[in-house]
């Protein structure tokens, strides 16, 4: 049963409302947000902008869904890039009440499917906080390798943080 599916306008409520719950639980995780992004409306304006990238080919945004079908976090490929570098970047997060269940580490796994076997990609990259033990996990147990450490790579929290490089290449994953 899949976990992941394509974010829809309709999803805009519910990840208000996820997002408002979960706002100081992903606030270390996070770029720092406007008190609009926590709304509907915010959230619809997201959403738009994620499905029009979405049609341009250059982005792949999915909902994690829990056993219940109740919408508990995002997944998402950015930054595809075809021709000969077939690439793209992973981001993702789950709602504090599902951490630790084991829906990170499936919704990476059918993401990275998806990129190899649906979109024909070669490589997908993750970025993870250099003490974002738990992320890192998730990756490693989907046959991430780190490659790299990236300086105050991403302005997280409200400055500019070093991250850690994953990837998985398909030629060297389980799904390729």
């Not at 519910?14 to 706002?23: D, F, G, I, M, Q």
């Not at 990476?108 to 250099?130: K, N, T, Y």
């Amino acid at each position: 049963m899949s976990i992941t599916r394509l974010i829809t306008s309709e999803d805009a409520p519910a990840l208000a409302e996820l997002l408002r719950v979960n706002r100081e639980f992903l606030a270390p995780w996070d770029p720092r947000r406007s008190d609009d992004y926590f709304t509907a409306d915010g959230q619809h304006a997201v959403i738009q902008t994620d499905l029009q990238q979405h049609e341009q080919g250059s982005k792949l945004p999915h909902v994690i869904l829990d056993d219940s079908g109740c919408l508990v976090g995002r997944i998402t490929l950015n930054g595809i890039v075809r021709g000969p570098f077939q690439s793209c970047s992973m981001g993702y997060w789950v709602s504090a009440s599902h951490n630790g269940r084991g829906l990170a580490t499936k919704a990476v796994r059918e993401i990275v499917r998806v990129a190899f076997e649906d979109l024909g990609l070669h490589r997908v990259q993750a970025e993870a906080l250099l003490h974002n033990a738990r992320s890192q996990r998730v990756l490693e147990r989907n046959g991430f390798v780190q490659f790299g450490m990236a300086p105050e790579y991403l302005n997280i929290a409200g400055r500019w943080q070093d991250h850690a490089m994953y990837q998985v290449v398909k030629s060297s994953s389980a799904t390729g």
